[in-house]
Structures are given as C-alpha cells and as structure tokens.
C-alpha cells in the first residue's frame, strides 16, 4: 500500500473534531487496509514507529528535523527557521519548503526508513539523522512530508488517539464498538495497537480474547482509587485487606525468564540499563523458571532508610550509570505478581497472588524486600499501621482487597486498591498531577521567570487538557531560576489543540501538553475561569515536584477531580 492513503487519512482526520468522525474514517480505512500493512498503517496513524510498550522513538527534534528540511530544500537554514517561527509547526513547514515528489513510497518503505533513522545512536548519530531525513524528504510529496515531519518529532495533531483506534478497529472488524471493552482489556495486558489490529482482523473477538501477558512484553500497571474520608475506605473494600506502606518511589514491572532480567517503568519504558544493581539483586534472590512481578523502587541510605524520590530521580540516566548505582543506592519493594511459570496470574485474587510472590522471593535484604504490609479490617490497627508508616517517612498506605474477585485490573484505576495518604488524613486535600499547559511572566522580583504555569486535568473522554489552576507558589528560587530554561522546548505558538481553555484564558506563552507536575490543594471550588469538569478549579495549589515518571496522559483525570468535589 501506498504511504499517500494514510497521509489521505491523516488529512481527513485533521479536519474533523468530531469522535464519532474520526472512528468512521479510521473503521473505513482498517476495513480496505490489506494484512500486510495493517500493523505498521496502524502504528503511523497513532502517530507512532512502534508499539507504545518498546518505545521507539527517532530521537530528533524540530530543530534537528529543520536542518533535515534545510538540505532536502537547498534553502538556507536561518530562512527554514524563520518560516517555522512564523507557522509554528513543524509539519506545515516542511510541507511549504519541500517534496515536489510523486508519492511513490510504501508504507513499508516510510515505516523501515523512519526505524532506521531511530536506530541510529552513538557518536555522530545527529548529523546520520538529519542526512537520512533529508533523503527521505526527497522522496516525497509536500503533504507526506508534513505528516512525515510530524512522525519524526512524535506529534501528530490529529486530535485522534489510542482510544479512537481501538473503537475504530472493533467497528471495522467486528462490526460494532461493543468490542472495545475486550479491546481495552486487551490492550491493557499488551499495549500494542498494530499487533490488536493483527488479532483482531484475524481471528475477530477470539483473537482479542486470545491476548496473554508474557517476558519482555509489560502490562499497564494497577492503579488505586483515592477517597474522601477515612471510612468509606470500609464501604469499598469489604472483607479483610493488606494495608501496605505506599512507597514514594518509581513504579517498576520485573520480567523474569532464565537468567534474563528486564525492568519496565509505569510509562512502559525498558528501564534496565539505568538499574544493573537492581537485576543483579532480582537475579539473586528471585527463584524461578519465569515471573512478572511488580513493585515500588527507592533511593535509600546505607542503613537500608528510605529517602526522598527526587533523589532516586538522578538514577535517570544514560551515562555514568555505575558511579550513581554507587552514589544512590536503591531498594525494591515487591508487592505483586502478574505471571509465573507460564501461567498468567492476572485473573487470580491478590491472597493468590501474594502467596506466589511470596514463594518467589528467596531472600530479602536492603536491595530487594517485600513491601511492609498488615492484613486486617480493624480499623484501630490500621490506624496505627498507618501512623507509623508516616512517622517513617512514607507518603501513606495502600489498601488492597483480599477478595476473591480481587484480580490485577491492569491498567485500570479501581476500587480493589485504595490510596489512603498523609494530606488526607490531615483534613487537607489531596496531591494531584496537573498538566503544565501555559505561563504567565513574572513580575517585579519574579521577572527572570514565570510568575504561575497554567495547570491541567485530563479529560479521558474528550482527550482534552481541561484548564483546572494557576500554580505560582511552592517553587524553591533555584527551581524558578530553571523554569524558563525547562520550559522552552515545550513553548508553542497558539494554544495546542488538545488543551481546552476559555476563550479569555490568555496565558503570555502556551505549552506542549508534555510536563507533568504535582501539586498540593486546598479545595476544589467552582470557578468560571476554568474549564475542568465543566468550571471546577483548584485553590491554594503548591507546586510540590516534577514528575518526569509520568506522561501528560497520566496525569489526573477529570473523572477524579468529580469524585472529589
Ligand atoms: P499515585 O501515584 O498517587 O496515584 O499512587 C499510586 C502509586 O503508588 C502506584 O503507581 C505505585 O507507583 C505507588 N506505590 C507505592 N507503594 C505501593 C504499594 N504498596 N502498592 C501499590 N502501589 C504502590
């Protein structure tokens, strides 16, 4: 298949800011789209050039991707720069400077090219990049260059996303979107849109059915629900419950198979490279032919005491790895498992779950440990567990249902796990991760940086950043200093698509919904600057930290800021 009819699709759903459109013109287009190109079509219409879990990313910027426009144009780059200036698209701009071309490549072809331009790393990789885009721009047409472009810097504009893939390949597929809720499922245990669409234009809802978890292939994690007081913990969850120490680390899935060890991030990334330490203690003291299992990592000291999570942010890195595994110790606290030896275990109790992890963990030590836990419904006793968990440092508890319908809901955010954390306990409210979408200059003393950043909610069903707060408190003066610097490569000329603002919200810059920061609040009010919930606001909010761990999509929804209110 040509690339051309995917650019004809991309141009379609451009134009369209309608859902159900966008479904129709996607389901059209699954329906014709031969076996053969189905997946990688599928992933180029996500905007991708792979699956979400392996990542692959082509590692240019615009800038990089100007220089690329620059020398398949013969235009000078100062000129290309000024033009993207002025339209403040990357895609547009190629497809005003270049590609006078016939489309004659294939999907195939723009698929291979764009992975090997990913490829490409090590010393020189930039200039391999910019000269392998720049051929390519040669090849093309100016409107494959414009979705081209925007393929390379992973910004797609289309306002569609995963959801409306998933819908649109149930219609096609099995003729109605009461599919979507096995999609979903499925794509939780195997977030991979291109291998669905291969499933499901096989073998129909069977295929989807079919979908298992396994080694190097990371499941979505579980996520637990928040509630307002202390007792309603009791009305949902009923029966005994493991209250753990909720740790305020990273989130890692450890796959297991042999002596092969991998480790995934909450965002699904192989973080393995960045965590030698953490293998070598999985490769010690975890015993089996294969497992999944899933936990909290944290920085601690010497004495095995657990320390802030900024510090184990350091341990994010490319180079100099072993000198941090020294530098900045981490532990590992087990708390679940999802798969052993062959067999899923997602659809098991936790008690079930448990007691294999148990059975797992051959030795436990400042490297590797099961998380701290009680098991219990007293709530004196969980008082007190919760009491103590606090006074060492921890951000709260988790509570986590014993039932027997108590299963590993992967990627879903449910009643089966309840968070019960320190700010809620003191008659404050809760955190929440807000989007950074705009900001307004400082003034007077604050003049070198922004005086507050204009915060988001994410609204799952619309796929919008809904406006929720202004955050300018709580920010150290070194963090402030910074803020400009960090802030620059997200800047965009007008307010994205995918942010939902009133029209008189005017921010002094917009931002790429990228930043994700978390915040402390005092009360949700109504508010007719914003538009989360339909005018809900955020008040007395205090930057607390940023969270790098977490994408824009991550970040709380407005289906919680609902049940909070
Ligand atoms: P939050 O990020 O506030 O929604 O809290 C949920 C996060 O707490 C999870 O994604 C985990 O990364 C983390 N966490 C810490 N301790 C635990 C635990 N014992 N069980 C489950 N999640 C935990």
Redesign the pocket.
Known sequence: MKFKKIVDVLEELEKTGSNNKMRDILADFFQDCPDSDLKQATYLLAGRISSEYRGVVTGMSDKLVLQSVAKASGRDLKKVKKIFRKKGDIGETAEELIGRRKEKLSVKNVFEELNEIAEASGEGSQDKKIISLAELFKKVSSKEAKYIARLVVGTMRTGSGDKTILDALAVAFTGSADARKELDKAYHVHPDLGYLAEKIAKRKLKGIKSVGISFKRPVK?M??QRVKSFDEIFRKIRGKMAV????????MQVHVKGDRVKLYS?RLEDISSQYPDVIKAVKKQIKCDSCILDG?CCAVDDKGRLLHFQVLMQRRRKYNVEKYVEKIPVCL?L??LLYLDGKSYLQKSYPERYKALKSVVKKQNNKLKL?N?IVTRDKEKIKKFFNRMIKKGA?GV?I?SMADDSVYKAGTRGWL?I?W?KEYAEGMMD?F?LVVVGGFKGKGRRSYSYGSLLCAVYDTKSKKFDTFTKVGSGFTDKQLKELPKKMKKFKVKEKPKSVNARKDMKPDVWFKPSVVIEVLGAEITKSPLHTAAGGLALRFPRFLRYRPDKSAKQATTVKEIRQMK
């Open positions: 994690a996520l637990a753990e120490e909720k740790y305020d680390g990273e989130r909450r909290e606290f708390f679940d998380a836990r951000e988790l986590k796990w968070k954390k955190t991760d």
